[in-house]
């Protein structure tokens, strides 16, 4: 048998998440159709390649094992029962008595014509000149409050109105799902600025940050042009040409004058600035703004799962823990299969994250629950701060984390799950539905036993 490290089958993982995401979304029995014929062609090809090289599933590296069992253990019979049958096609008209004999009464029926076959999918979609759009309303924008622009702000909101509209007039219907994540950026980002309080909301964040860099310590920084763009991160500075490009997140015109000062006393090195930014990202009117952009840039939440639907679960968890108190981040099912981490929340987007290995029949709803009420506690909480360290599981966090009803359960469940991943063991679900691991076969104790025995002799 090749040793795991050398077997790699190309594709594996891309194949799974394509089906993933067209059982996620079945509304028709050809859809039913497709995705049996997708699962069926994917899986001989596994097998055959397995088969030659004489291995099993689990010599494949953890990405592609991951991906393999997907798509092993997943029922397409059980998902089609959920999928509206074909309506029946329209009776024939009845016969009319003309008096002339039917010539053709003795002939068979004529067969059903066949649904036409899906459109081929195509590539991801980018729109040209986009980028140039919003760099040129955000250079007026500058120019407007050095009072160097020949145009007004109801004529730069005008602009933008223009290219929202330009931009809407080239996708057609399901296109918006397959823009590229830069254009979608760009197209939310515009679209968002062609709203005139938006854009004045804007201008005056603008003329905030530009008078605390009048007073910090690096001089280049009072001339600098300020954008506020979809990035990650607190601030960038660049250098192009002769012009200091100072870099922001959209959602920091949300910002007031205090909040601005904050990023000054970051730039200039103070430890304790950090905190006050990351807290003034966690109010609502930062996360509402991320929110929207996300809307109007086209992204499509991708909640409903094959088994397990996130919306409903955070509407359970809310509900029962929050007392419906919360405000529902955008939620998604992930596409990394490798990935050992069950769940994220990233403050930045206000969004949540689960890992696409839990989406199956065998695990618990009440996991999935739990997962979904241990990223809404970082919502709620928003980062902890020691001194100058950021603190993502304070006490408060974790007093709150035990309140879970099967806290201990869903613990031990994870635990499991992700150690099955790492090592490729797999998961067994006797009668009582009592999650368990499989023994591993003695060659690999053997195996692992003689690699510490190694560690402890060097």
Known sequence: MPPRSALRIKGVVRAATRVRELAGDLREPQDVTRLRAMIDQNVEVIQSILRLRGATVEDLPGPSRNAARYLFQLDVDQLAAHVPPAPAPPAAPAPQPTGTPDLFGDLPPAPLELPPAPPPSRGPIRITGISRDVEDISRYCNELIRGQCEFTLERITQIAIDAAEHNDALLLEGDA??????????RG??????RKENMQQMVRAMKSLRSVLANVSNPDMAAAQLHFRNTAALYRVRQRANTVIMTVPTEMISFGDADMQAIGRLMDGDPLAKSDVAA?????????????????????????GVHHDLHAAFARVDQQYFHGSLVRPLMEWGTNFASRTMGLYRLSEDRITINPGLDRADVPEFVIDFLVYHEALH??????????????HPRAFRDSERKFKR???????LAQFS???????????PQDNAITLATPKPDKMKNKNRKRKRRRSR
């Open 379 to 392: 919502k709620q909480y928003g980062l902890g701060w020691s001194g100058t360290r950021a603190v993502h």
């Open 177 to 186: 799902e397959r823009l590229t994540p830069k254009t979608r950026a760009s």
């Open 407 to 413: 806290f201990a359960e869903a613990e031990a469940f």
């Open 419 to 429: 150690k099955a991943m790492l090592t490729g063991r797999v998961l067994d679900q």
């Open 280 to 304: 003034a990202m966690h109010r609502e009117a930062y996360l509402a703004i991320t929110r929207e952009l996300s809307a109007l840039g086209g992204h499509q939440e991708n909640a409903a």
């Open 189 to 194: 980002w515009i679209a968002f600025m062609a």
